[in-house]
Nanobody, 120 residues
Framework: QVQLVESGGGLVQPGGSLRLSCTAS????????MGWYRQAPGNQRELVAT???????IYADSLKGRFTISRDNAKNTVYLQMNSLKPEDTAVYYC??????????????WGQGTQVTVSS
């Protein structure tokens, strides 16, 4: 079993910054890919960014340059640095991990989400 817990969300003014964190715990053998997704009211969940164990990244085109994803493999933690935030960035941000455990082959896990609100 793997549990993902996000933190760092909150209220910020347009142009401000936030840093989200997500830590995986449990009987983890290996985490292959970690990522961030977001979902705004009335919209489908969409990709924000992903990062492999080796550090290769993928970003949504509209977010590249403002958001940066990183990870600490030793801590099983992924981060999302969000700069120059806009009101349209308001959403629930979800952490994702593709991981294997001592009991099961690789599966996709999701956190419960953390609210990010950008408003003046």
């Amino acid at each position: 079993q793997v549990q993902l817990v996000e933190s760092g969300g909150g209220l910020v003014q347009p142009g401000g910054s936030l840093r989200l964190s997500c830590t995986a715990s449990g009987t983890i053998f290996s985490i292959n890919v970690m990522g961030w997704y977001r979902q705004a009211p009335g919209n489908q969940r969409e990709l924000v960014a992903t990062i492999t164990r080796g550090g290769s990244t993928i970003y949504a085109d509209s977010l590249k340059g403002r958001f940066t994803i990183s990870r600490d493999n030793a801590k099983n933690t992924v981060y999302l640095q969000m700069n120059s935030l806009k009101p349209e960035d308001t959403a629930v941000y979800y952490c994702n991990a593709d991981a294997s455990t001592t009991w099961a082959r690789v599966q996709r896990y999701w956190g419960q989400g953390t609210q990010v609100t950008v408003s003046s």
